[in-house]
């Protein structure tokens, strides 16, 4: 019988875990999203969307569905479902591991600008900036208080409720997207600031190529704290991690 996985995804490696783990005949996938987009990149497998209710919910699930192991491909700052997948595969006695693709780092040409959390991130913006804020929809709310900067938001749905925001305009638009197309916007918009986190990866990484290539400075906010959790950063080694402990 094909044992049960649960992948909590939202994440390009999630879905390639997921694939990868199905090809493979001996595992049951289940690949779990939180529902924030309207039409998700989904794997081949099995799919549940929407929250667990809380930690507590999310063992029963577990013990319910007989899961064999719980892997945490949920994006780098996606802290909450992190925090309650602990307390759960520690509750529901799984073993869990989380998947993190490496943070970016700094290279010649950048003008990197890190800092905790977004209040530090408002101090550093001239009355003047106009800035494109690529840090998903849900933190909006942090730039609120702004009255003067403009702010260039892109999503890949149309936003379905009023942005906190006062000056600003919106970019439909899903990733990937080329070095030459970041560009292109940044000049399009006349952007002087680029705000984002410190996602890692390959498709996100485009928009500081091209801050770094019209030398324009980036706000970028650093990961999470780490969880006391096992962790690797490729989908080859979650996948003999997985067999390692579920044999
Ligand atoms: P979060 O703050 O860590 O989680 C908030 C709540 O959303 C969780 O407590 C859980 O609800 C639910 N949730 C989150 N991920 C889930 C999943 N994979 N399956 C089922 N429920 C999930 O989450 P977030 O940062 O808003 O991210 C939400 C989703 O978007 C994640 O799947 C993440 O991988 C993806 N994502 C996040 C970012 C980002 O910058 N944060 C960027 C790209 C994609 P309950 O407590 O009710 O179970």
């Not at 999203?33 to 577990?62: H, N, Q």
């Not at 700052?77 to 700094?106: M, Q, Y």
């Not at 070095?179 to 500081?208: F, P, Q």
Request: aromatic content about 8%; charged content about 20%.
């Amino acid at each position: 019988m094909r044992k049960p996985v649960l992948i909590l995804g939202g994440t390009a490696e999630g879905r390639e875990l997921a694939n990868m783990l199905a090809r493979d005949g001996k595992w049951r996938v289940i690949y779990s999203l939180a529902g924030r987009t309207a039409t998700p990149k989904l794997p081949d497998t099995e799919v549940r969307i929407g929250g667990f209710g809380g930690a507590v919910p999310l063992a029963t699930y577990i013990q319910q569905e007989g899961i064999a192991a719980l892997i945490n491909a949920s994006h780098p700052f996606a802290f909450g479902i992190s925090r309650n997948a602990a307390a759960a595969a520690n509750r529901a006695a799984v073993p869990l591991l989380r998947l993190t693709r490496p943070a970016w780092t700094a290279v010649d040409g950048d003008q990197w600008h890190e800092v905790a959390d977004w209040p530090d991130a408002l101090a550093l913006l001239p009355d003047d900036a106009r800035v494109f804020l690529a840090i998903g929809f849900q933190e909006l709310r942090a730039f609120s208080g702004l009255l003067d900067q403009f702010f260039l938001v892109r999503t890949v749905d149309p936003p379905a409720t009023p942005l906190p925001l006062l000056h600003f305009e919106v970019e439909l638009g899903r990733g990937p997207f080329s070095v030459e197309d970041e560009i292109a916007l940044l000049r399009r918009w006349n952007i002087t600031h680029l705000i984002c986190k410190n996602s890692g990866g390959v498709g996100a990484y485009s928009k500081l190529e091209a801050a770094r290539a019209l030398s324009l400075p980036v706000i970028i906010k650093r990961r999470p704290r780490k969880l006391p959790v096992p962790g690797v950063s490729t989908v080859s080694e979650t996948a003999a991690w997985l067999a390692a402990v579920v044999p």
